[in-house]
């Protein structure tokens, strides 16, 4: 008997070893969106038994999602066909490439690229909630935490894979007014409510191109007070504040916010993950992944929301739907139809904003504003080359991994005609207005002296026509379409104003006054408008609540954030002020609906 057990025993440990032998473990790494993102895939009896990925360049709180969802859809599908993250783009490209490259040095690549197809319930889950939210960007998050702090139970969807929206991708700076109204003061400065409303509408009156009833200034002077309320309401959750720019540069102060986190990760990732923490803390549910498509009406009042993800139909019951789906600017359409000033425009929000909230709202009856905007950014390359080359972006100052050897306001910006049209560093939502009325379009900044990485990616954009390349001036000109003599005057001017040290064209500061060489190769890249998000949304009252026709509130409905933005602009944005806005919106519609639920 001791024989046979010793045999068994022997046999046991031998069929272990076999099946841990079984197991081989692949490498491979692809360039990502800051740097190596390598993947390790582990294949046992022709399964895909582990999937680890890592990439400490990759942004936190986006590319970082694409690290940790990923592997486990791979697993999941046993495929490496999954689709990619959306926001997270590039660093998801590059770990699926290199994932395919694990099963290829395994001899089952065919196998495992097959797409798995996707077998939603056709059974609809339901859930009951007070507050419904949709949206998880900084308006959502900060309705979610305020709704569930007055003890609401909340619901919170958010389409995309992560929360955070456009916010994510900020500077995290807030606008705000000290004002004795609000109590809240870093700078040690002094300000008043009127002071800062003339700043306002000497800004607006300006540079807005257009005649408009907007802003209202009634709400703005609320706004402005309860925007410092709101930053002091984030201390309690525990960020603090270190003062910016200057009233009188800036038209209202700049607070940087800080709040300690991961080290790598930017601070407005930072502070959205923060609202997230602090929204689950006080016992919010929230859902990634989870596309609200249809309000659910009981007659004229909102009392809930369908929605769809990986698992099938959802519905969520509740006493107040608030919209914080951000604005339309991932809709071509809805960009066609809605800001016919501008003949094109470069999206830089969120990928998830594409105008759901809109349509939402407009089904159950909501008004839209008189006019809808853009929330400005640098102008940037034309979309169809950030298409082909997703770092394309590093030809504007915003969200790039990469740099050029000066700063986008110190180039050369030229119309059609290879003519020089506005100071180049003027503010940028100044540059977006000239850009969307000059009626010279194309426009082209002009570079020379590229590093090699940023002249592959300029590079990358002639094929398109979104980039011009010559040897000489002149050849550039050519290629360009250009008078010759025209633009060759053009920079030979602005080289010698570079050299006197005065812009007595444009008034640029003297500090972005950078000449250019006499060697080449020379590109001019085509530039456009580009947005962070749109200016606009539905009409509301001072509780954010969605009205009808009549002007009336409708009853369930609130929209926040950039779903109810342009009532504070014409066409003129103030940096730092979406941000602060957002919150503001959030924080007071999320307290309203809180305190007045259906009894």
């Known amino acids: 008997m001791k024989k046979w057990i010793c045999l068994a025993l022997t046999f046991a440990m031998l069929m272990t070893l076999c099946a841990a032998a079984s197991a081989e473990t692949y490498t491979a790494s692809e360039k990502g969106f800051g740097g190596d993102v390598t993947v390790s895939v582990t294949i046992e009896d022709g399964k895909i038994t582990a999937v680890t990925a890592a990439g400490d360049k990759e942004t936190v709180g986006v590319g970082s999602v694409a690290l940790e969802k990923l592997p486990e859809q791979i697993v999941k599908a046993q495929s490496v066909a999954v689709d990619a993250v959306a926001s997270a783009t590039i660093t ?27 077998t939603a319930s056709t059974d609809v889950t339901r859930y009951d909630a007070d507050v419904i939210v949709v949206g998880g960007g900084l308006s959502g998050m900060a309705a979610a935490v305020a709704a569930a702090n007055d003890g609401a139970n909340v619901f919170l969807l958010e389409k995309l894979a992560m929360t955070g929206g456009s916010a994510k991708a900020s500077k995290g700076s807030f606008m705000v007014a000290e004002l004795p109204e609000n109590g809240f003061n ?37 706004m402005l007070v309860e925007s410092g309320k709101t930053l002091a309401w984030m201390e309690e959750f525990g960020a603090t504040y270190t003062a910016g720019a200057s009233i009188a540069e800036k038209g209202m102060l700049m607070l940087q916010a800080n709040l300690d986190g991961d080290e790598h990760a930017t601070m407005a990732a930072r502070i959205m993950d923060k609202f997230k923490a602090v929204a689950v803390e006080k016992g919010a549910t929230v859902m990634t992944s989870t596309a609200a498509h249809d309000l659910i009406l009981d007659g004229d009042k909102v009392i809930g929301v369908k ?14 739907v608030i919209l914080a789906c951000g604005g339309f600017l991932g809709n071509d359409e809805m960009v066609a139809a809605y800001l016919p000033e501008i003949y094109s425009v470069t999206s830089i929000a969120c990928v998830g904003n ?16 008189e006019k809808q905007w853009i929330n400005p950014a640098w102008i940037a390359p034309r979309k169809d080359f950030v298409a082909v080359n997703p770092l394309a972006n590093v030809f504007q100052d915003s969200n790039s991994p990469l ?3 000066e700063s986008s306001y110190k180039r050369l910006g030229v119309n059609k005609e290879g003519k020089r049209y506005q100071n180049e560093a003027a503010q940028y939502a100044k540059q977006v207005l000239d850009l969307a009325y ?11 002296n590229l590093d090699e990485t940023v002249m592959q990616i300029a590079e990358s954009g002639i ?74 949304g539905v009409k509301t009252n001072d509780h954010f609540e969605a009205l009808n026709a009549e002007g009336q509130p409708i009853d369930g409905l609130y929209a926040v954030g950039s779903m109810s933005s342009g009532v504070f602009y014409n066409q003129y944005y103030f940096s730092g002020s979406a941000l602060t806005f957002a919150a503001t919106s959030g924080r007071l519609a999320g307290a309203y609906a809180a305190q007045n639920l259906s009894k």
């Open 354 to 369: 594409t105008g759901d909230g809109f349509k939402m709202a407009l089904d159950a009856g909501a008004q839209l504003l």
């Open 92 to 118: 998801s490209k590059a770990l699926l490439s290199a994932a395919r490259s694990c099963v290829a040095q395994a001899g089952m690549e065919e196998q495992f690229s097959v797409k798995a197809e996707k």
């Open 307 to 320: 929605a769809t993800n990986e698992d099938g139909e959802i519905e969520v019951y509740g006493d107040a």
């Open 438 to 448: 000059g009626g010279e379009q194309p426009y082209y900044a002009l570079y020379d």
């Open 403 to 405: 740099s050029i050897s």
């Open 186 to 222: 870093v700078s040690g400065g002094e300000d008043t409510l009127e002071a800062a409303l003339a700043r306002w509408k000497e800004k607006q009156d300006s540079n807005s191109r257009r005649e408009s009833m907007y802003p209202d200034y009634e709400r703005l002077a609320e």
């Open 463 to 536: 094929a398109c026509g979104a980039v011009i390349k010559g040897e000489t001036l002149e050849e550039l000109a050519k290629n360009a379409g250009f008078d010759t003599d025209t633009f060759l005057a053009t920079v030979a001017r602005y080289n010698a104003l570079c050299e006197k040290g005065v812009d007595e064209d444009f008034g640029k500061d003297a500090s972005n006054m950078i000449a250019y060489g006499d060697a080449g190769p020379y590109y001019l890249v085509e530039m456009t408008p580009s947005g962070s998000d749109t200016l606009g």
